[in-house]
Nanobody, 119 residues
Framework: QVQVVESGGGLVQAGGSLRLSCAASGSIFSINRMGWYRQAPGHERELVVTITSGGSTNYADSVKGRFTISRDNAKNTVYLQMNSLKPEDTAVYYC?????????????WGQGTQVTVSS
């Protein structure tokens, strides 16, 4: 009953910036937590950053100071502003939301969006 759609991936040069968006729709009572994860070739999926309903954030050390998570609660949307991008940031980025809705509390994932950073 909940759909999560993300966008904003693409190809950028090292040092450049990119902004990802992720919007949830459907029967939503509340969103307990939003976050971004990524999976690079040959690696397991890893946490990038999460934000709780209270606004507390948790960033991976590798992106701290360069990436910023934000949200628009009225639109059920979360953003990831990525600055000073490095080639090692290249990965598929996945949006995740913990949603309380008609059928209880569940975890939802976006479809993934490719971010490629060239040297």
């Amino acid at each position: 009953q909940v759909q999560v759609v993300e966008s904003g991936g693409g190809l950028v040069q090292a040092g450049g910036s990119l902004r990802l968006s992720c919007a949830a729709s459907g029967s939503i009572f509340s969103i307990n937590r939003m976050g971004w994860y990524r999976q690079a070739p040959g690696h397991e999926r890893e946490l990038v950053v999460t934000i709780t309903s209270g606004g507390s954030t948790n960033y991976a050390d590798s992106v701290k100071g360069r990436f910023t998570i934000s949200r628009d609660n009225a639109k059920n949307t979360v953003y990831l502003q990525m600055n000073s991008l490095k080639p090692e940031d290249t990965a598929v980025y996945y949006c995740n939301m913990i949603v309380t809705g008609t059928f209880g509390t569940r975890s939802y994932w976006g479809q993934g969006t490719q971010v490629t950073v060239s040297s």
